[in-house]
């Protein structure tokens, strides 16, 4: 088995470094392949090589950098199966699930490719008596991108369209533990005529991340993982200089009024905690129903619901519920789950005790349900990451509402209910970066940006939409001024050579 290795120059490159990682299919626990993890000399090489093509890169005029990416868009659509079985094979997720983060992916190339009317500057008129004034948006340069394992086509795909179109040159750390996807990926971007060194790829751990943050090259970092990691590579990033966003961890309520269509809070409910085995960082992992009738109905109609999930690999078509991505993320939930039971918490559906035949081995956790949650409990606290969904019940809608601002988290949130004004009042007071109104997933379209608030995110952009034009782009300030010259009182005649 040879190792996955980088992608520099538009082709694969091995890499120097002897340090291998494992790559494992969550679904049956077994090792199906190695993926380079890459020396601090292995990223400077990469570095090097997209500093290389930036200046022709920056160069070429925003309509012909545009053409790329619907050439690129029409390839990701073309190969969109074949994208998806690699990404499941390697994260556990469902296909459709699969397909379903490749096609919002897609959305963020659509949007780069109106790259010329979004880099279109101001212009202002005599500022002062023949002053004129007028500002561009420019590519900041190198930018690299450090990506998470739970959406390993489309995070990338936040980052790498917009940056590119803009200008810059692009140095990608894929997750680890699913790098295979982005590496097709970036054949296919090859392919769609990208020239070299623009887009490259290179795999690794803490040490190519060090060696990211570390390099002065590097101009900007974007960032999407958890907040200790987060927090980190903000830190650093911004102390050697650079500019930094970084989108971390969350813990996502949504809130129940006593109005609220109780079927459609369900369905909402049971796709938004359960769906992607809970592995999404806009997932719902705190119910708060207001009242307690609404929190008993709510209840009752869930624990049907949550134990008839078909718990299965992706390669069974009927799964609606797949592995989590590691021993370690298995360990980490299991763990969760007894904290909860040892801190008070009522655990209405136990989904630890899964075993499915031929699967012995995989990270199967089937959707779990705690009732009576509070907010002093670590599985309140904590970001768990699996299909764990919490009830908190709230006595009224101030409170669920303090509640959310309290946390410490502030990616997504949800209201379900009938009323308008409580509707208005919550989008209007919540304290997080997304807000659904009956919408259990509020993830913005790709020409709006996404992000969250407090630790949710460090530095001062969201990703994707205009925001990342911001990001991506430096803004330059031009005031000119052309004093009288040809064009009055010069001489034009010829006057006979006095
Ligand atoms: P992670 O923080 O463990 O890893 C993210 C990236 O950081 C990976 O590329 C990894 O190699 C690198 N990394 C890990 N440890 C490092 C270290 N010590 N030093 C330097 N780099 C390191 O995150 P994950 O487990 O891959 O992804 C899950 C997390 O991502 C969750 O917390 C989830 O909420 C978050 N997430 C957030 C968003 C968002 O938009 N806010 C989106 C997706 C995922």
């Not at 006593?258 to 369900?266: E, F, N």
């Not at 509402?401 to 919540?430: C, K, L, P, S």
Request: hydrophobic content about 40%; some cysteine.
């Amino acid at each position: 088995m040879s190792p996955i290795g980088h992608f520099m120059s538009n082709k694969p490159w091995p890499g120097t470094s002897d340090r291998i990682g494992e790559i494992r299919n969550p679904a049956t626990g077994t090792v199906t392949g190695q993926v380079s993890l890459a020396s601090k000399a292995d990223v400077d090489a990469v570095v090097e090589t997209a500093a290389k093509a930036l200046p022709g890169w920056a160069a070429t005029p925003p309509a012909k950098r545009a053409t790329v990416m619907f050439e690129f868009r029409d390839l990701l659509k073309q190969h969109t199966d074949e994208l998806a079985k690699l990404l499941s094979a390697e994260h556990g997720k469902t296909l459709p699930d699969a397909k379903g983060e490749i096609a919002r992916g897609i959305e963020v190339v659509e949007f780069a490719c109106g790259i010329p009317q979004l880099l279109k500057g101001e212009y202002s008129e005599a500022v002062a008596q023949n002053v004129d004034s007028f500002s561009v948006r420019q590519p900041v340069g190198v930018v690299a991108g450090i990506t998470p394992f739970n959406f390993p086509a489309m995070v990338p795909l936040w980052m790498y369209p917009v940056a590119i179109a803009c200008g810059n040159t692009f140095v990608l750390k894929p997750s680890e533990k699913d790098p295979s996807v982005v590496m097709r990926i970036a054949e296919l971007l090859a392919e769609a005529g990208l020239p070299e060194g623009v887009f490259n790829v290179v795999n690794g751990d803490k040490e190519a991340v060090d060696a990211l943050l570390d390099n002065p090259t590097v101009e900007a970092v974007s960032f999407v993982g958890s907040t200790p990691i987060g927090h980190y590579i903000y830190s650093r990033g911004t102390a050697n200089g650079k500019r930094v966003q970084a989108l971390c961890g969350a813990k996502n309520h949504m809130v129940i009024m006593p109005d609220a269509d109780m079927d459609q809070v369900v369905d909402a409910l049971i796709g938004s905690a359960y769906g992607s085995a809970g592995e999404r960082c806009m997932a719902v992992s705190v119910a708060v129903p207001v009242g307690e009738e609404t929190a008993d109905r709510l209840v009752e109609a869930l624990e049907p619901r949550i134990r008839a999930l078909k718990i299965a690999p992706y390669t069974d078509p009927e799964s609606e519920l797949g592995p989590v991505i590691s021993k370690q993320s298995y360990d980490k939930i299991h763990n969760l789950i007894a904290d909860g039971i040892e801190q008070g918490a009522n655990l209405v559906v136990d989904g630890r005790d899964i075993t499915l035949q031929g699967y012995e081995e995989g990270y199967f956790i089937g959707g779990c349900l705690f009732d009576n949650v509070t907010t002093d409990m670590s599985i309140y606290k904590e970001e768990i990451f699996g299909p764990v969904l919490s009830v908190v019940r709230s006595g009224d809608y101030d409170t669920a509402v303090q509640m959310i601002n309290d946390h410490e988290y502030g990616n997504g949130t949800a209201i379900f209910t009938r009323d308008g004004d409580a509707a208005r009042d919550f989008w209007a007071r919540v304290r997080i970066g997304m807000v659904g109104v009956n919408v259990p997933i509020p993830v913005p379209v790709a020409y709006h940006s996404f992000g969250g608030w407090k630790r949710s995110l460090f530095g001062d952009h969201h990703i994707h939409g205009m925001e990342g034009v911001r990001f991506y782009t430096r803004l330059k300030t031009m005031t000119t001024r052309w004093p009288s010259g040809i064009r009055t009182g010069a001489e034009f005649n010829f006057t006979g050579g006095k």
